[in-house]
C-alpha cells in the first residue's frame, strides 16, 4: 500500500541516465562498506556476535536498497520487486528471510505522487482532471508499484473501479535505466552464456517499453478478460476501454487478501491457491498460447469464495502459432522423458546450433534442472526454495555444472519471458509450500489428459462450454 499521503511533496524523480547510475552504483559501495566494516568488528569477537553484526548488515543493505530502488522506481524498482520473492541463491541462506521482509515492501509499496502530479498526468490523458470523469475519485492511493500507482474511484453510474495512473517522468527514467543496462551487456555471456546479450535486451526493452504504454496493457488485461470470463475459480477485472490512455488504465475494482495473508492460512488452502496460480500461468500457455510474465505476488488478490484475482498485464507475450506448437510440443518431450526427440526437435528449431556439441543426455538432464521435478516427475511434489534456486543456477550460473552446456545454446527471445514467468511461479509456489502432483496437472494441457484434480475438473468443463 502507499505509504505517506498523497499532499506530501515527493523527490523529484531522477531521469539522468548519469544520476541514476551514480544513485545505484552508491547503492553497492554501501552495503560492500558495511560488510567490511562487520568483519572488522567482529575481529576476535565470539561466533555468536560475529553473526550478529553481519545479521545486521546484511538488513541495513536491504534496507538501503528499499529506499534507493523505491526512489529510483522504473527498471530499478522492478529488479528490486523480483528480488523481495526470487532466491536466486545467491543470498546466504541464514539471511534470506531478513531480504525478504524488507524487500517485500517493493511489491506494493514507493513513494506516492502528490495530488497535483496525478492531476497533471491524468489531464495530459484526457483534457481535464479526475473530477471530470469520476463521480468519486480518491486522492490516496491504495497501491503504489514500479510504474504507477493506483486509486481507487466511482464512475457516474455507480462503477466501482481502479485507475492506475504512470508517474511523470518515468518514461525517460526507464530509458536512462536501460541504457546503463546496455553498458554491461558484455557480462550476459559469462553469466548467461546461452543468451543472446542482443536478443536478450531487445526483449528487455520491448517488455519495459510496452509497459510504458497503458494502452497496450489495457489491450492485454482484456484478452485475459475475455478468456476467463466467468470461470469457476479466477477473474480477471476488465477495463472500461473509453477510460484507458496512454498513462492511465481504468479498470474494474476487485479487491480481496493479499499473498501474505494467504502464506500464513493453513496448508489446504495453500495447496489449493498454489494449484490456482500454476494453472493460470501454465494453462493460459499450453492452452492460449499467451501468458502473463509478471508473477510477483502484489499481482494476486484472494477472494472469500476461493476465487483468485489477477492483475498488471504490462508483462504479456502473445505467441506466433508456430512458435506456440513448438513449445508445446517440447513440453510433451520433456514430460515423457524422450531425451532423443527432445534433443532433435531442440536442434530443428535453432536452439542447439551444434549439436556436435552438446551430448542429448547432459541436454535433458539439463531441463529437467530448470523446472526440478514439478512437471517432469510424476508424483506429490512440495515446492521448496532449493528448487528456486536449482532453476535459477542451471540458467547459467558460472559456478553451476551446467555453465559449459549453456554456452553451446542459442536461446530465442520468447522463451526468455518464459523462463523468466516459469522462475517467478516457481518462487511463489515456494513462498506457499505449496504441494500438488504438478506433473499430472500439466499434463492436462500438454498431453490433452483428463482432468487430475476437483479444480482441474472444474476448468476442462469451463473451457468445454466455450
Known amino acids: 500500500m502507499g505509504a505517506g499521503t498523497s499532499d506530501e511533496p515527493q523527490e523529484k524523480l531522477r531521469t539522468g541516465r548519469v544520476g541514476r547510475a551514480r544513485r545505484s552504483g552508491g547503492l553497492g559501495i554501501r552495503s560492500g562498506t558495511g560488510f567490511a566494516l562487520a568483519g572488522m568488528r567482529g575481529l576476535g569477537r565470539s561466533d555468536e556476535r560475529k553473526a550478529d553484526l553481519y545479521a545486521d548488515a546484511h538488513r ?22 523480483l528480488a523481495s520473492f526470487v532466491d536466486n541463491g545467491m543470498i ?10 524488507v524487500l517485500a515492501e517493493l511489491r506494493d509499496s514507493v513513494p506516492p ?22 463521480a468519486e475519485f480518491e486522492d490516496e492511493p491504495m497501491a503504489a508499484a514500479s510504474i504507477g500507482q493506483v486509486h481507487r474511484a466511482r464512475l457516474f453510474d455507480g462503477t466501482r473501479v481502479v485507475v492506475k495512473i504512470q508517474y511523470p517522468g518515468i518514461a525517460d527514467a526507464i530509458r536512462a535505466d536501460l ?23 531487445a526483449e528487455v526493452e520491448r517488455s519495459l517499453l510496452e509497459e510504458l504504454d497503458y494502452r497496450a496493457e489495457a489491450a492485454h488485461q482484456h484478452r485475459f478478460a475475455e478468456a476467463y470470463r466467468g470461470h469457476p475459480f479466477i477473474v480477471v477485472p476488465d477495463v472500461v476501454a473509453e477510460l484507458c490512455g496512454e498513462r492511465t488504465l481504468v479498470a474494474e475494482e476487485v479487491s480481496g487478501a493479499g499473498f501474505d495473508e494467504i502464506c500464513a492460512a493453513d496448508q489446504a488452502t495453500r495447496d489449493r491457491a498454489g494449484e490456482i496460480l500454476f494453472r493460470f500461468a501454465f494453462g493460459t500457455l499450453y492452452r492460449l498460447g499467451f501468458f502473463n510474465a509478471d508473477t510477483h505476488p502484489g499481482n494476486y488478490a484472494f477472494l472469500d469464495d476461493g476465487r483468485v484475482v489477477f492483475y498488471d498485464f504490462g508483462t504479456t507475450k502473445v505467441l506466433a502459432h508456430e512458435t506456440f506448437r513448438e513449445f508445446v510440443g517440447l513440453a510433451r518431450l520433456l514430460m515423457d522423458g524422450d531425451v532423443d526427440g527432445l534433443f532433435d526437435e531442440c ?3 535453432g536452439f542447439i546450433p551444434r549439436p556436435d556439441r552438446v551430448d542429448p543426455t547432459r541436454f535433458y538432464g539439463w531441463l529437467r534442472a530448470q523446472l526440478g521435478e514439478l512437471i517432469c516427475d510424476d508424483g506429490v511434489v512440495t515446492v521448496t526454495p532449493e528448487m528456486v534456486a536449482d532453476a535459477v543456477a542451471s540458467a547459467g550460473d558460472p559456478r553451476n555444472d551446467w555453465y559449459s552446456l549453456t554456452r553451446q545454446l542459442d536461446v530465442h527471445p520468447e522463451a526468455i519471458l518464459i523462463g523468466r514467468m516459469e522462475i517467478g511461479i516457481i518462487a511463489v509456489l515456494a513462498r506457499l509450500s505449496a504441494t500438488a502432483n504438478w506433473h499430472r496437472i500439466a499434463s492436462e494441457w500438454v498431453h490433452d489428459a483428463a482432468p487430475s484434480t476437483d479444480l482441474g475438473r472444474l476448468d476442462a468443463e469451463f473451457f468445454a462450454s466455450r
Not at 546466504?92 to 521482509?101: K, S, V
Request: aromatic residues 8%; charged residues 20%.
Open 60 to 81: 541495513k543493505a536491504a534496507e538501503q536498497m528499499r529506499l534507493v530502488l523505491g526512489q529510483m522506481k522504473g527498471a530499478a524498482t522492478k529488479l528490486g520487486q
Open 92 to 101: 546466504p541462506p541464514e539471511y534470506r528471510e531478513i531480504y525478504q521482509e
Open 347 to 349: 536442434v530443428r528449431t
Open 179 to 201: 541504457k546503463n543496462v546496455k553498458a554491461f551487456t558484455w557480462l550476459v555471456p559469462l553469466f548467461a552464456p546461452g543468451l543472446s546479450a542482443d536478443a536478450l535486451m
Open 113 to 134: 505522487m502528490t495530488t497535483a502530479q496525478v492531476a497533471e498526468v491524468f489531464e495530459a490523458d484526457h483534457g481535464g482532471p479526475p473530477s471530470a470523469v469520476f
